[in-house]
């Protein structure tokens, strides 16, 4: 029997004692029931709709001649959808779009309705509608009524409405949103958030376009967030906390000392009756309750007892250790025994402190007591019209990991991302550095004639500072809860306004979640210390190689990037083959003219990078040698980085990894979800433990991102000229320390003799003492003149490949140089349906782009979702390879 203190404390109770009783808790009462409202909407204009909310809400109210609506989605999604509206991704459509500045917002003001089924609930039972995300402003009516008061407004305020008195009895309901676009809708002039008045309004800021994005034409209006129906009890459970605290300095492996859970809820009792129960969760076999007893339509904070967790499974982000999470079942268990409400829970026990780092003069970040080594990418959304998915969500993170990457920073012109994005970031080990929304462009850090506003003024926004506060607060309780993310941060360059600012730090953090770091804006003097003056971040565009090594840039860099044009398969995505244009660049003036399509897409310049390879022929020659520098810029930017870590730097956040449209920039894999040679030379330079060759000095370092001495390794480096043939440079046996840096020999005199003419290939390895290999690392050296001309001419190679299906969502494909002769040059694999050799996408790869030597062999595993994946095959191009499909054996 469960035991309870006469003090109503929490009680401790071992899974095996209350097994029996929570089953017959579990049969007397019917847990939490929640669905989404996602299919089955329609929408029409507000100049369509002469009726009044109340009426239109009525099920009997014809919509007939209403257009099917996309929801969760914007108005625009719903009238591409519906074929009203081109696909704004593909060359200039998104020009045949009208744009709000121009039509005013009754063009994008719409009506919304859903029917559904629910039925009156009984027994104190109550229904709720809860809307995640409408953008920007809406009255919600149902069944002839209206649920909210006054206008609600604010992109990132949820809604939550009891509609248990509004069921209709028969169970048939409608509800009826009218949306509003945001009250300001900005002049998309082609600055940054455009004339920068988007920004007046609490949402997103891009929406006006940037220097990265054109303009989005109905600025995102609409239910563009999920729509849920929940049903409960009589008691609620709202914004449950859960915090973990993990003391001391911890290993991944082994034992562990205790850690503690901390758990608090809020719990709603909606019904004119006073409820008597108990707040409780299980973890890990433990019941941990509390007595509550809550007044008739009453709202009460309980807070549980601190849990001590022994021997806890940590969190730890990639490339430290596993993402090992509990589920947590917190319940409003009744006096008689029935469930009224139940959140799950996954925990990730970690806890995140930060330090100044004297040394670099930047904070650092430690997780679970041991420092962590930054090495992130700056994410916008994930979709600019916000049609995401769960499964879209998981495979860009998943992404993300692939680059060894350990943190993704939420740009502040965007939003708070969804909890699906935290949880596939709780998954794969990825921490979230996670803007407030407001930029430095928009909110008044420079001058700038495209503006609407001079600067005092801008720096007042938005209009609403008690919305922006009441929306941060929501937003901070919807997201909490996850491990992975492990800082806020005030906005992007530049701080919110000083009121707002001051209750964020004094007030809201520490009340709402005061166990993350609170950064003012992304690059505070907090964060990283700025002794060479500018922005105190940067710089963008393509570098020379040398630039990462040799140049200091800021202590914790929130923004450094450069190209990322994808390849030719990309490429024809959304560029229509009359805009197939070559760049030109000019080397006298240093400029590049661009075909107006590239142009609209915002290409940004490779410069004269390409020609070191030879003249592109077309595009397609064009965007296979872009692979080459785009893999060369990525390496060589981690790389140089990790040379330095701890000793300049505490982190770097690439600007940036991804694109939610067709651009031409910034991106380790296109919007559709192809990866580019960009991620895979970020795979090969951020590995935890990696061998790499300094440009500048030709010093062969180890970088070692992992808690753990690596001792008894060989150290191996080879040369290879055009041919194939084989100088050993040195091999000697190598140790390196934990979370270092170590440089070891030069090579820079003999690399320097053997490249002279041609160029030549430089083979770093690290062997175990079993002769696996740790970690291999394959440059390729411009000859004395800074060109690549010995890969001009390269003899073909006939590289073996094979292919085995491994299960049903994973294939291994062998690839063999066999006999004497050239490298295997940078080869690509793409899994394809055999029938139109079109690429499945996404597919994952543990590895891409890869160089095989003379006599060696190397395995790629690529993984994919079996459903409706049939009839595949592979698709094998490399420098010196020719093209090749690859059967799949069975």
């Known amino acids: 029997m469960i035991k309870r203190s006469p003090t109503g404390k929490a009680v401790f109770l071992k899974f095996s004692t209350v097994f029996l009783f929570l089953s017959v808790i579990v049969f007397q009462g019917k847990a939490q029931n929640k669905y989404e409202l996602n299919s089955g909407w329609k929408c029409a204009p507000i100049s369509n709709v002469k009726d009044k909310g109340a009426d239109v809400s009525r099920p009997a109210y014809s919509t007939s001649a209403w ?40 063009y994008y003001t719409y009506w919304f309705v ?49 509609i248990t008195k509004w069921i ?66 009589a008691v609620r459970i709202a914004d449950p906390h859960v915090v973990a605290l993990v003391p001391g300095v911890r290993q991944p492996e082994g034992s562990q000392q205790p850690a503690v859970i901390q758990v608090s809820a809020e719990v709603e009792n909606a019904t004119n009756l006073s409820v008597t129960g108990e707040l409780r969760y299980n973890l890990d076999g433990t019941i941990v309750s509390k007595k509550v007893t809550l007044k008739p339509n009453s709202i009460q904070s309980v807070q549980l007892s601190d849990y001590t967790l022994k ?66 990418g700056n994410w916008i959304v994930s979709d600019e019209m916000l049609r995401f998915s769960d499964a879209r969500y998981d495979a860009e993170v998943r992404f993300h990991r692939d680059m060894n990457l350990n943190l993704i920073r939420v740009w502040g012109g965007a939003l708070i991302e969804r909890p699906e994005f935290y949880e596939a970031c709780d998954k794969y080990g990825m921490l979230v550095f996670q803007d407030m929304w407001g930029s430095g462009d928009c909110n008044g850090r420079w001058t700038d004639p495209m503006k609407l506003d001079d600067q005092w003024t801008r720096r007042k926004y938005p209009d609403d500072h008690d919305l922006y506060i009441k929306s941060v607060e929501d937003q901070i309780k919807m997201v909490r809860n996850y491990p992975s993310l492990a800082m806020w941060c005030g906005g992007n360059e530049i701080t919110p306004p000083e009121d707002i600012l001051i209750t964020l730090r004094d007030t809201v953090m520490p009340k709402l979640d005061n166990t993350r770091w609170f950064i003012p804006y992304s690059n505070s003097e907090e964060m990283s210390r700025n002794v060479l003056g500018g922005n105190g971040d940067g710089p963008y565009g393509i570098q020379s190689l040398s ?62 990078f390409i020609d070191k390879y030879g003249k592109a022929k077309d595009v397609e020659d064009f965007a296979t040698k872009a692979q080459l520098v785009n893999y060369d810029q990525y390496r060589g930017l981690m790389e140089g980085f990790s040379s330095h870590m701890w000793d300049w730097y505490t982190g770097t956040i690439i600007w940036k990894t991804q694109n939610p449209w067709t651009a031409m920039r910034g991106q380790m894999y296109d919007y559709y979800l192809d990866p580019n040679a960009c991620l ?18 030709g010093m062969v370092m180890v970088a070692n991102n992992t808690f753990k001495t690596h001792a008894n390794m060989m150290l191996v480096a080879k040369a290879y000229n055009m041919d194939g043939k084989e100088t050993m440079l040195t091999q000697v046996f190598s140790d390196v320390t934990p979370a270092t840096t170590k440089r070891y020999l030069s090579l820079k005199k003999e690399i320097d003799a053997l490249a002279k003419d041609k160029g030549v290939f430089l083979c770093l390895q690290l062997l175990d003492k079993d002769k696996k290999t740790l970690s291999e690392n394959i440059y390729w050296i411009a ?24 299960n049903n969502d994973k294939i291994e494909v062998t690839l063999t140089n066999n006999g004497n002769g050239p490298l295997a040059f940078f080869n690509r694999l793409s899994l394809v349906n055999a029938d139109t050799k079109q690429r499945v996408l996404p597919a994952f790869y543990s590895d891409n782009y890869v160089s095989v030597l003379p006599g060696e062999e190397k395995k790629v595993i690529i993984e994919y979702k079996e459903a409706s994946k049939k009839n595949l095959a592979i698709s094998l191009s490399g420098w010196n390879v020719n093209e090749k499909t690859i059967q799949i054996n069975k």
């Open 67 to 106: 257009m099917p609506a996309v929801v969760p989605g914007t108005v625009l999604t719903s009238l591409i959808a519906d074929k009203k509206m081109p696909d704004p991704f593909y060359g200039m459509n998104n020009e045949q779009i009208p744009d709000i500045y121009r039509t005013g917002r009754d």
């Open 168 to 233: 209709a009895k028969g169970g048939n309901n409608r509800v009826a949103v009218i949306v509003y676009p945001p009250d300001v809708v900005g002049n998309p002039n082609g600055g940054q958030g455009g004339d920068g008045t988007i920004a007046r309004n609490v949402g997103i800021q891009y929406t006006a376009g940037w220097d990265w994005i054109q303009p989005i034409k109905d600025r995102n209006t609409g239910i563009w967030d999920k729509v849920i129906i929940e049903k409960t009890g």
């Open 114 to 162: 859903k029917d559904f089924k629910e039925h009156v609930p009984q027994n104190g039972n109550q229904v709720y509608l809860n809307f995640r995300g409408v953008n920007y402003s809406c009255d919600v009516f149902l069944n002839g009524h209206k649920l909210n008061d006054k206008l609600h407004s604010g992109m990132f305020l949820r809604q939550s409405y009891n």
């Open 680 to 697: 895979y030379g970020l795979h090969n330079g951020s590995e935890p433990l990696h061998i790499m060759y300094d440009p500048t000095d």
């Open 311 to 376: 021997n806890p499974k940590l969190w730890w982000p990639n490339g430290y250790g596993a993402q090992h999470l509990y589920a947590m079942h917190l319940q409003f268990v009744t006096a008689a025994n029935k469930i009224s409400d139940q959140d799950d829970i996954q925990v990730g026990v970690r806890q995140l402190t930060t330090e100044w780092n004297a040394r670099t003069e930047s904070r650092q970040i430690n997780i679970n007591g041991q420092k962590i080594f930054i090495k992130g």
């Open 783 to 806: 000859d004395e003149k800074g060109n690549y001309s010995g890969l001009e001419k390269m003899s073909k190679r006939d590289l073996s490949a094979t292919a085995k299906q491994l």
């Open 547 to 608: 630039t990462f090594w040799a140049h200091k840039t800021y202590p914790f860099n929130s923004e450094v990037g450069s190209v990322g044009v994808s390849d030719y398969e990309s490429l024809k995505r959304f560029i229509p083959a009359k805009n197939m244009v070559l760049p030109e660049y000019d080397e006298v003036t240093g400029k590049t003219k661009t075909d107006s399509v590239w142009d609209y897409h915002k290409y940004i310049g490779y410069d004269g």
